[in-house]
């Protein structure tokens, strides 16, 4: 029997968060500063093109692993946690929107299918549409053939429906470079939100731990930690004095 509420590996987590405020702080303004062109109607993409990259340089490890996955010529990727049997997925709030408020898809996205193979025991409480919802929401219905297939298609190498692994989401909300919320998110196979757990704790971190992690060449000690990430205002007032403290 699954656990029916969130089980948080915090070290595996604050490194999650460290990918999304890196590749959305750091990584970007690099890349924007390195390619000044007329236009960035790329830079979308390329935000889950850093996060990609760094939980391959800052996590991949032996007991966490990072599959690639492909849909068409779109690539993803999935966290398989062995040791807890937690796999995860990240994408911003709005595409998880998206997803949730198609329901004219002729084919499953690829979070009907991993919801489908480990999260089908959960169920979200069902909550009250308003009038404009209504229209927007509701479950679609695929068949579980299709549904197997595809699970077995992005995870088969890896992870098989018996291992009964859970999966959870990563939502990141963010504008103009700076993250405003991080949620972690368990789902029922419908997309229904079973539980959530806020992140924001992760992006306040304390200026000495980054300062420490220099080998990874993301911080430099003598470096400014407003460099580090951009933030909501809430959250760098926060970091203000935890850097003059230090």
């Not at 089980?7 to 890196?22: A, D, P, Q, S």
């Not at 898809?105 to 979070?111: A, D, E, F, G, V």
Request: glycine share 4%; aromatic share 8%.
């Amino acid at each position: 029997m699954k656990d029916t509420h969130i089980v948080e590996n915090n070290m595996l987590l604050k490194k999650i968060v460290r990918c999304i405020t890196k590749a959305l702080g750091d990584d970007l303004n690099a890349y924007l500063q390195e390619n000044r062109l007329e236009t960035n109607n790329n830079l979308f993409m390329h935000r889950g093109d850093f996060i990609n990259q760094n939980l391959r340089t800052l996590i991949a490890e032996e007991n966490i692993e990072l599959i690639p996955f492909k849909r068409f010529t779109w690539e993803g990727r999935i966290l398989i946690d062995r040791s807890s049997k937690v796999t995860y997925t990240i994408l911003s709030n709005s595409a998880l929107k998206s997803v949730q408020k198609n329901n004219i898809r002729t084919w499953p996205h690829y979070l009907h299918s991993i919801l489908s193979g480990e999260n089908a025991e959960f169920k979200a409480v069902p909550k009250q549409l308003t009038l404009e919802e209504s229209g927007d929401f509701g479950p679609l219905e695929f068949d579980e053939d299709d549904l197997k297939e595809d699970y077995n298609d992005i995870m088969g190498r890896y992870v098989e429906i018996s291992q009964e692994c859970t999966h959870y989401v990563v939502t990141y909300t963010a504008e103009h470079g700076q993250v405003q919320n991080i949620q972690l998110l368990l789902l029922d196979k419908d997309l229904g939100i079973v539980e959530s757990v806020s992140l924001n704790k992760y992006i306040k971190l304390d200026f000495s731990d980054l300062t420490a992690d220099a080998h990874d060449g993301t911080v430099n000690r003598e470096g400014n930690i407003k460099d580090y990430v951009n933030v909501k205002p809430g959250l760098k007032t926060k970091l203000h004095k935890d850097e003059k403290k230090a």
